[in-house]
């Protein structure tokens, strides 16, 4: 089992910027690979972000280049860094734990084995 804890969320201006984390429990951290999705009222939960144990990262298009996943082993922690911040970016955003952790892409929901609660990020025009 694991356990996944976001945080960080919250109201943001567009062109801002906001950090958030997810801690993971349960399970040796260098053995999975951990991903970000959100959801936004009325639409299906999509793919954000990923990386792997080795550091590898692959991002969808609507946030490549605004955002970057990391990862601390010590902390057993990721996390995702959102810049430049817009509307359409208000979602649900959840952190999901892959046990297959040398794969680099994978979008979609049912290649991830834990998923946390959530945590609200509202973009505000």
């Known amino acids: 089992q694991v356990q996944l804890v976001e945080s960080g969320g919250g109201l943001v201006q567009a062109g801002g910027r906001l950090t958030l984390s997810c801690t993971a429990s349960?399970?040796?951290?260098?053995?999975?690979?951990l991903g970000w999705f959100r959801q936004a009222p009325g639409k299906e939960r999509e793919f954000v972000a990923r990386?792997?144990?080795?550091?590898?990262?692959d991002y969808a298009s609507s946030v490549k280049g605004r955002f970057t996943i990391s990862k601390d082993n010590v902390k057993t922690t990721v996390y995702l860094q959102m810049n430049s911040l817009k509307p359409e970016d208000t979602a649900v955003y959840y952190c999901?734990?892959?046990?297959?952790?040398?794969?680099?892409?994978?979008?979609?929901?049912?290649?991830?084995?834990?998923w946390g609660q959530g945590t609200q990020v509202t973009v505000s025009s």
């Open positions: 349960g399970r040796l951290f260098s053995s999975l690979a």
């Open positions: 990386i792997t144990w080795s550091g590898g990262t």
């Open positions: 999901a734990a892959d046990l297959r952790n040398w794969v680099v892409s994978a979008t979609r929901l049912v290649e991830y084995d834990y």
